[in-house]
């Protein structure tokens, strides 16, 4: 785990690649502050640079950039490969001789014997560039769900990538403007994030999740999905997703430091912990995070660490301090985000990393991939009315006018793919009406729609509820699965690992019928029914069968802002920034008044507003 960088410039250019290089390093410590490095091509246009997080191979032999044994190929790489050793026995009994322990270095060789289908063989998290200095191509690849991040953007000097923002804007030449259609797009219903590929600044972008690129004379030649959605034609059964379960937390367990655990006694966190302590003969260590003692998260997480004989810590609310790590996240995210659970994350890595412990499992993605959300009770049945009224709709469709619909009707309308996309271009009247300035509101483009639409077109299911759920893993809820599983836990130096976004599981989640995971007519109780199922006996039965509660359930958002953080609110909302005439001030400043006293505003407009109002004050655009 670790910060990666490169710079691949054009022939004219003339700038030092090592003063830049340098910088990412140094923007980038906190991701691997225990060694770096950095390598610079012979005629110093093309330069790597890596800070690293020792997990497996401790030695100077998993230390990057790392070159290949004949000094061809030079790699730095974000992430970790869990089936490493499997790759490396194919390669071994194919005639390849390796030097190192690492997963870093099977990379290398892999891409040596594969080429850029090695990607497809890779089951892990990871974002890496490959440098061939025989072809003088740079070949880059994010992985499936897109755990780790990859920033890049491309300037007259030429193309360069990064683990964060900031070290990408060390890049001299890069376009800063404001991306208004991106800062807009974080206004929208469920939305608390910049959707990729897009960042706040026009000239950054970020590498999709599933895709790869290859650059060559400080040019992007091409870029490509090679990860296609397919569900596994495995049995779907709940014994089988135990056997996946237990071995994607087996493979994940691998390290050469000591591993722990978030546990927020929950189904998903206490079903890992179980499987740890099965495969650990040492008591696993464990975080949890609440309001306060009596926080009924924090009890559930007492309950379940009793169960298994773990060490467990526990860390409660403090507005003051969260408000500043709010500010930290910002700042080294590079753009806004609103989620109070990644500042929870931080301060529960922080504690980890404090304790020694460089490595921890999450239960991210399980109800994204199950359905867990109280909500998708409902979602269920709206799939069905879709499906039942299906003939109906097509014969109304051709006699109205179907682009006035409400929001909720209009996927009804909408083709199969499109319809998550639908909703959210119906949404942009009430959720961009009271803030966005009345000059830009007519050149406004959905950036947040598209990528719906992207990646509907991708999920292999007809059905709605497949369709939206599929949508909120790789565009809507990446907030609180991919980037809450990186962001908080790297600037804590700390890896964190989420053994339900595992390549099988996944596909194993395609393949499940939604009767499976909850029924449209259910108690809560029912939702990741087939999930439940395959953990019952590692999870007592009434942490099993409680009421669903989401991380930081006992913190609402709305009341954090609406009391210790009002005072904040009223300092950013006195004076807002109007973003180049993006948005109208007095149209801010009214719903923020409103929001205070509990109105206005029923979705996340207002809070996600804060977080922009901060970045473009403090840390984003000037005035």
Not at 66 to 89: K, L, P, Q, T, W
Not at 395 to 417: C, D, L
Not at 465 to 489: Q, R, Y
Not at 536 to 558: E, M, N, S, Y
Request: hydrophobic letters at 40%; one cysteine or more; proline letters at 6%.
């Amino acid at each position: 785990m670790c910060g990666i960088g490169g710079i691949y410039l054009k022939a004219e250019s003339n700038i030092s690649v090592r003063i830049y290089l340098q910088k990412m390093i140094q923007i980038q410590r906190h991701r691997g502050p225990d060694s770096n490095g950095l390598w610079i091509s012979k005629d110093q246009h093309v330069g790597l640079c890596h800070t690293r997080l020792a997990i497996l191979d401790l030695t100077i032999n998993g230390a990057q950039p790392m070159h290949s044994a004949d000094g061809r190929y030079v790699i730095v790489f974000n992430g970790e490969i869990y089936n490493y050793i499997e790759i490396r026995e194919y390669l071994i009994n194919n005639s390849t001789v390796f030097y190192s322990s690492t997963d870093t270095e099977v990379l290398i060789e892999a891409y040596r014997y594969w080429g850029v289908d090695m990607v497809h063989r890779l089951r892990g998290m990871f974002s890496f560039g490959i440098f061939d200095r025989k072809c003088s191509v740079l070949f880059c690849a994010r992985d499936r769900i897109g755990e780790k991040p990859f920033v890049y953007t491309e300037t007259p000097k030429g193309f360069a990538f990064g683990s964060e923002i900031p070290a990408v804007l060390a890049m001299p030449g890069v376009d800063r403007e404001i991306n208004r259609d991106a800062l807009a797009g974080m206004l929208l219903h469920n939305v608390r994030h910049i959707s990729d590929p897009y960042t706040a600044y026009r000239g950054v972008k970020r590498l999709r999740s599933g895709h790869a690129m290859l650059i060559k004379s400080g040019r992007i030649e091409k870029v490509w999905q090679y990860w296609k959605p397919k569900p596994s034609s495995a049995e779907i059964s709940p014994r089988r997703l135990r056997k996946i379960i237990e071995e994607a937390v087996q493979l994940q367990m691998t390290a050469d430091v000591p591993v722990g655990a978030m546990l927020s006694g929950g189904v998903d966190s206490s079903a890992i912990v179980a499987l740890m302590a099965r495969h650990s003969t040492n008591p696993i260590r464990t975080y949890a995070l609440g309001f306060d003692a009596a926080d009924e998260d924090l009890r559930r997480a007492r309950v379940m660490a009793r169960h298994l004989g773990c060490i467990h810590k526990e860390f409660y609310f403090n507005a003051d301090r969260q408000w500043e790590i709010f500010r930290k996240l910002i700042h080294t995210h590079g753009e806004p985000i609103m989620l109070l659970p990644l500042i929870h994350a931080y301060e529960l890595c922080e504690g980890v990393r404090n304790d020694g412990i460089k490595v921890v499992l999450g239960g991210h993605g399980a109800d994204e991939s199950f359905y867990g959300y109280t909500g998708h009770i409902r979602t269920a049945r709206l799939s069905a009315m879709i499906a039942a009224a299906e003939p109906l709709v097509h014969a109304v469709a051709s006699m109205v006018e179907t682009t006035k619909w409400p929001p909720m009707v209009s996927m009804f309308f909408a083709p199969p793919g499109q319809r998550k996309a639908a909703f959210y271009r119906r949404r942009e009247a009430p959720d961009w009406a009271a803030v966005l300035s009345p000059d830009a509101l007519p050149h406004m483009h959905n950036v947040v729609a598209d990528e719906l639409a992207y990646w509907g077109k991708a999920c292999p299911s007809n059905r709605f509820i497949d369709e939206s759920n599929f949508c909120a893993l790789m565009v809507e809820n990446t907030h609180s699965v991919t980037t809450s599983s990186d962001l908080p836990a790297m600037l804590a130096s700390v890896e964190m690992r989420a053994p339900f976004l595992d390549r099988e599981i996944i596909d194993f989640a395609l393949g499940t019928p939604v009767e499976k995971k909850v029924p449209w007519i259910a108690p809560s109780t029912r939702l990741k029914w087939i999930l439940r199922q395959a953990v019952r006996d590692l999870v007592p039965h009434d942490l099993l069968f409680a009421p669903k509660r989401g991380f930081g359930f006992g913190i609402p958002q709305d009341e954090v802002l609406q009391g210790p953080w009002k005072k904040h609110g009223d300092t950013l909302f006195s004076d807002p920034h109007d973003a180049g005439g993006l948005f109208n001030p007095n149209g801010l400043r009214a719903e923020w008044e409103k929001f205070k006293r509990r109105g206005g505003h029923a979705s996340n407009v207002v809070p996600n507003m804060l977080a922009i109002q901060y970045w473009l004050q403090f840390e984003g655009a000037v005035r």
